[in-house]
């Protein structure tokens, strides 16, 4: 075998191609050490840092869609108890107005049914709304929670012009309603008048 002098550049060869070696790269030192620029390592830096800045990108946008997401099925389930609680109150009015209820039911202060107490503090703040004894279920919806309603009967009231003998009826309906999750609750009032 010949030995390789300094002046001939070895030859490799594949299948297909040959290759030579340049003969200023030297196969004993380092590549930075003849003359190439010596990498100090800050496109790893910048890419750790690009990382993590979309990583965090990506964890902000996963948490408001969660949010979003909360809110409108919070809004839903508000929506679902508000149109129960509104159904309840035209349940309670229709009732009212077809004579379902006559002055003796209000005298026995249960059921739902109730006689204003001026002394006692707001009858709808101190009734348990869970209970079927205290109030009247009504409208159920779409959800697993029903809703319910009180009456009370407050004093007769003479419109100007009306016969004295025949007042005017006032009942205040309280109807309350828990949404689908039964987490929301919306607690509507409303005042009627019936002349008989």
């Keep these: 075998m010949k030995p390789i002098s300094q002046n001939t550049m070895p030859v490799f060869s ?45 964890l902000t946008d996963v948490s408001l869609n969660t949010t979003q997401t909360r809110i409108a099925a ?54 348990n709304w869970s209970s079927t004894t205290s109030v009247i279920p009504s409208f159920q919806g779409y959800s697993n929670t029903q809703a319910s309603y009180i009456i009370e009967q407050l004093p007769s009231v003479i419109q100007p012009g009306q016969n004295m003998k025949t007042p005017t009826y006032v009942y205040r309906i309280t109807a309350r309603a828990l949404g689908a999750n039964g987490n929301t609750a919306v607690m509507l009032q409303s005042t009627v008048q019936i002349q008989p």
């Design 74 to 127: 919070n809004a839903t389930d508000s929506e679902i108890s508000l149109e129960k609680t509104e159904g309840a109150l035209n349940d309670a009015i229709n009732n009212l107005l077809n004579g379902t209820y006559n002055t003796n039911d209000f005298l026995k202060n249960s059921n739902g049914l109730y006689l204003l107490n001026p002394d006692n503090p707001p009858l709808w703040t101190t009734v």
């Design 14 to 58: 594949s299948k297909n191609d040959t290759y030579s070696m340049d003969e200023h790269v030297s196969l004993s030192k380092p590549l930075w050490k003849n003359g190439a620029r010596h990498e100090q390592g800050y496109i790893l830096l910048l890419t750790m840092v690009l990382l993590i800045m979309l990583t965090v990108l990506a």
